[in-house]
């Protein structure tokens, strides 16, 4: 295959080739005028005005973006046809000339002959196909007409017309080279000697064309290696090179030879391949393709003195007729490719419609949830907490977004949004305002709570000047003896942060009076002697275990273990999600401290929730 940058290199050089043909061609009918060869010269002539209005169609009908590849190829090689016949017509008009009597004319003839040679040399020089044959046709003639004449000095200009046959070709040659050797760093990876990014959203490009144009389906498949980063933190660039190249082995020895595979960069490979008429063919292929090269990663490596392990995460997009933007199936395999990743890793995924609206789904949030502060669509609810005689003791602040366009979005969607775009911080001071306004409000109302839970997350916890943030809000809003019943929920996600600053937060904000809940416990990744670091204050044994506890023996053992283990640790339980009797009898016989679900009640709105603790009340003097 030829490089396509070759092919616009040529697509430049035609207005140079028609132009140095049909101007000095001018000054050949006028010569021929002179030596009654007119009308040869005249018929020469036109046949160069016709081989140049086929180059300007050649030119016009170039158009890189949407060709595809077989017709680059078809296109290319009409151009090398349209370059023979350009010198094939310089070395005609020389043989006419040459023939004639007059000596002036031969050394024009002879002059032409040898220019024409260093164009073609130098112009053509990106494709040995060209510059080769065209300097041969240019300078055998003229060698075999300086040999026909037959005197000593002919011989002599013979044989430096067959010495500067050979530096033109050698000179062509060197160029050639240096140009293939540019292009290739230009389009390859210097580590793995695969193709590029570049290159390869070109190829693309190309393919997808092609696939237009033949109705046809191919993959795609984004291949991002696991942990990668720890091989190079750990163990070095060197050793993180190595498996790189190790990697690339494997990907070439388990890809289809009609696959092209380029590094996106780091530890990011990208194939394409296959054409199928069916699109599920398509995609049973591109996951068969997808399968192997996991297997085949997954075996040791051995660099050095290590033994290595890695995974991958394969993300696939399927390519149709129909799109053909190159970037956008990029990114659809990197979503999918990373839906891979959330899923725990080492697997493959195909981009799918769900997805898609998925990801439309959570652009549409994070581009509405910066207006949604200011225009007051992000309300709290309130959720009862019940002690074990049956009062209601607590409550825990949920966040709420109704929105005019998406209707009520769930916490669980945006608040993950917020956290990756940062937004975290003014929806978390908003909240943390808000929750103390109200606690502030009650209290004024003469409804006295024991604990006010605040959900924070972890990318609000840790953002520097959080603690300051809070003394803030606190000194503005409430009381020093309201503060006493703030109870701020953390999750597990914890343990992956900085363990040591995190604690130096919390001590921060015991010491004005806030204690801590360890929110959701049993679903994340803490150990329990990181649970023992923390200075925690209370645990919520999450929803999960609560909702499965009808079912199993073992889960019924499990609960029982994580209330046994938090009373032995000095904490206070709170069960999530009580929906039945039956689960609220069980976490009662087993000691739990507190209940929040369902069974009680759903979150309430602020002025609900102080009819609810009025009723609640009212009910209970009634008793
Ligand atoms: P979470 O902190 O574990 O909150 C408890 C969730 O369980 C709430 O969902 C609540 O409505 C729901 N729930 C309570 N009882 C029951 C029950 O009996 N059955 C069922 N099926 N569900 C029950 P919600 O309000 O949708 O919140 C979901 C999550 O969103 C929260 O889980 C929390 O992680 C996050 N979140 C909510 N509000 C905030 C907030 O103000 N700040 C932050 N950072 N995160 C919040
Ligand atoms: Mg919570
Ligand atoms: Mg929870």
């Known amino acids: ?25 001018l000054a050949y009918i006028f010569l021929g005028w002179l030596h009654a060869v007119f009308m040869p010269a005249v018929a020469w002539y036109l046949i160069m005005l016709v081989t140049a209005a086929w180059g300007i169609r050649l030119y016009r009908s170039f158009d890189a973006a949407t060709m595809s590849e077989t017709r680059r190829e078809q296109w290319y ?37 040898i220019g024409a040679s260093v164009v073609a040399s130098s112009l053509l020089a990106s494709d040995k196909r060209l510059f080769r044959p065209t300097i041969l046709v240019l300078m055998i003639p003229l060698i075999v007409y300086f040999m026909l004449v037959g ?108 696959c092209v595979v380029a590094r996106l960069g780091g530890d990011e490979f990208i194939v394409t391949g296959g054409s199928f008429s069916e699109r599920d063919a398509c995609e049973a292929e591109a996951l068969e ?24 995460s394969i993300g696939v997009s399927l390519l149709g007729p129909g799109d053909s933007n190159a970037n956008r199936f990029i990114k659809e395999a990197d979503i999918a490719m990373y839906e891979v990743k959330a899923r725990g890793r ?12 998925r990801v439309e789904g959570d652009l549409e949030i994070e581009r509405l949830l910066p207006f949604a502060l200011s225009r007051g ?47 975290i911080i003014e929806l978390g001071r908003h909240i943390l305002e808000t929750a103390f306004r109200t606690l502030d409000d009650w209290h004024g109302a003469g409804i006295t709570l024991q604990q006010f839970s605040v959900n924070i997350s972890m990318r609000q ?63 994340g990744y803490s150990s329990l002697s990181h649970l023992n670091r923390l200075p925690l204050d209370e645990l919520k044994v999450d929803r999960a275990f609560v909702l499965a506890l ?51 009640s759903k979150p309430l709105a602020k002025e609900a929730f102080e009819l609810f603790i009025q009723d609640h009340a009212t009910a209970r003097d009634a008793i």
Request: charged share 20%.
């Open 1 to 25: 295959m030829q490089d396509t940058r070759f092919h616009e290199f040529l697509h430049r050089q035609i207005p140079v080739l028609v132009a140095l043909s049909l101007v000095p061609g």
């Open 77 to 113: 090689a009409q151009c090398v046809r349209l370059v023979y016949a350009f010198f094939v017509l310089w070395a005609l008009i020389f043989l006419i000339y040459v023939r004639l009597d007059a000596y002036k004319l031969h050394y024009i003839a002879i002059f032409t002959e």
């Open 151 to 258: 005197e000593w000095y002919a011989y002599v200009l013979a044989l430096f017309s067959t010495i500067l046959t050979w530096v033109l070709l050698y000179a062509a040659q060197s160029t050639n080279n240096l140009l293939t050797q540019t292009r290739h760093q230009a389009t390859h990876d210097a580590l793995s000697g695969l193709f590029n990014r570049q290159y390869f959203i070109e190829h693309l490009q190309r393919r997808m064309n092609s696939l237009n144009e033949s109705g046809e389906h191919g993959y795609l498949l984004l291949i991002d290696l696991d942990h990668f980063k720890t091989v190079n933190d750990t163990l070095g660039h060197d050793v993180g090179d190595r498996l790189l190249q190790g990697v690339v082995e494997r990907l070439l020895d388990n890809l289809a030879d009609h």
């Open 289 to 312: 393709t997808a399968r192997q090269l996991l297997v085949a990663l997954k075996t040791p490596y051995v660099v050095g003195a290590h033994q290595l392990h890695i995974s991958a």
């Open 346 to 357: 080492d697997g493959v995924f195909v981009f799918d419609e769900a997805i898609a609206r």
């Open 377 to 423: 669509e992000i309300t709290l609810h309130y959720q009862p907490q019940v002690d074990r005689a049956g009062r209601i003791i607590g409550a825990e602040a949920l966040v709420r977004w109704t929105s005019p366009t998406l209707g009520v979005v769930p916490p669980d969607r945006f608040v993950p949004i917020a956290e990756q775009t940062g937004l």
């Open 461 to 523: 916890f840790t953002h520097p000047g959080f603690a300051a943030q809070v003394e803030e809000l606190l000194r503005r809003h409430l009381d020093p003896a309201l503060i006493q019943t703030l109870m701020f929920e953390i999750t597990e996600t914890v343990v992956t942060e900085d363990i040591d600053g995190v604690i130096q937060t919390m001590l921060e904000l015991k010491a004005l009076g806030i204690r801590f809940s360890m929110d959701d416990f049993g679903t």
């Open 550 to 600: 009808g079912d199993d023996e073992s889960d019924r053992a499990l609960v029982g273990t994580i209330l046994n283990m938090a009373s032995l640790l000095g904490l206070n339980t709170v069960a999530e999600g009580v929906e039945t009797a039956a689960q609220y009898a069980f976490l009662m016989h087993h000691g739990c401290g507190m209940f929040q679900g369902y069974f009680h």
